[in-house]
């Protein structure tokens, strides 16, 4: 799954891809590279990020949506219903939801009735504050639970279990401690018996394992390792910003599994 963020304000690349035709052009390019989905987002979920109006964020997306639905499978990454409706109607297939269908009363009906792929995904708090003071007891058992909550409360609201993914929303109310730790227990999560999404490409806490990587263009070899540590416990999708470079290493991860 390659990022498309057409905002101003988004941690990795904010601004770059705010012109649609900016944001169309690097959505082919990550297809070229070997994107199977493109997640395409106009409000930023960095800590802090400002909540942006739903005109707005309907503007920004269903134009890149439109034109990239026609090359390959796009997802929508909100929160809204109403901007997943639109998404829709301009040809995504898939709803990338942060609140795990949470941030609206309609939300899960608004699932079930596009009859669409739908990604959990856990966050402790809200992005604006998520990051002031995650805790937990056990982050894998916590965040495994709240998985199957939502899950279970997504097909009581009428969305067919086989188009249910979950994601750990590594960086989203999580220490690094805490990333570390789901990322050593994906094992875990898969077993929930979901196809699991995971993204953790340019995120944080890899600058905070190399101190170096202040910027989030610098992480690449951090976001290959925490990428290949995934595809390792069997997620069904990464979602990455550096898509040649994530499809090169997982294929040589692969040619090397097949040559023992």
Not at 124 to 132: D, F, I, K, N, V
Not at 181 to 202: K, M, N, Q, T
């Amino acid at each position: 799954m390659g990022v498309v963020n057409v905002t101003p304000d988004s941690f990795s690349d904010g601004g770059r891809y705010l012109d649609h035709s900016a944001a169309i052009a690097h959505g082919r390019t990550l297809i070229a590279g070997g994107a199977d989905i493109l997640d395409v987002g106009g409000e930023s979920t960095r800590p802090g990020a400002e909540p942006v109006a739903e005109a707005g964020e309907i503007a920004r997306v269903v134009p890149v949506i439109g034109a990239l639905a026609e090359a390959t499978r796009v997802s929508v990454d909100t929160m809204k219903p109403a901007v997943a409706r639109a998404a829709f109607a301009a040809g995504a297939s898939m709803w990338n939801d942060v609140t795990a269908l949470r941030h609206a009363r309609d939300s899960a009906a608004t699932a079930a009735a596009l009859g669409c792929d739908v990604v959990l995904m856990h966050m402790q708090g809200e992005p604006r504050t998520m990051q002031a003071a995650p805790r937990y007891d056990d982050v894998v058992a916590e965040v495994a639970a709240f998985l199957i909550e939502r899950a279970d409360a997504a097909i009581a609201a009428g969305v067919a279990r086989e188009r249910i993914w979950l994601d750990p929303g590594i960086g989203f109310g999580k220490t690094m401690a805490h990333n570390l730790a789901l990322i050593a227990h994906l094992d875990r999560l898969v077993a929930l018996g979901f196809p699991v999404l995971f993204g953790a490409s340019r995120k944080s806490f890899l600058g905070r394992i190399d101190a170096k990587a202040a910027a989030a263009d610098d992480r690449l070899g951090g976001s290959l390792a925490a990428a290949l540590a995934a595809a390792r416990a069997g997620v069904a999708a990464v979602r990455v910003h550096d898509v040649r470079e994530t499809v090169q290493a997982l294929s040589v991860e692969a040619a090397v599994g097949q040559a023992r």
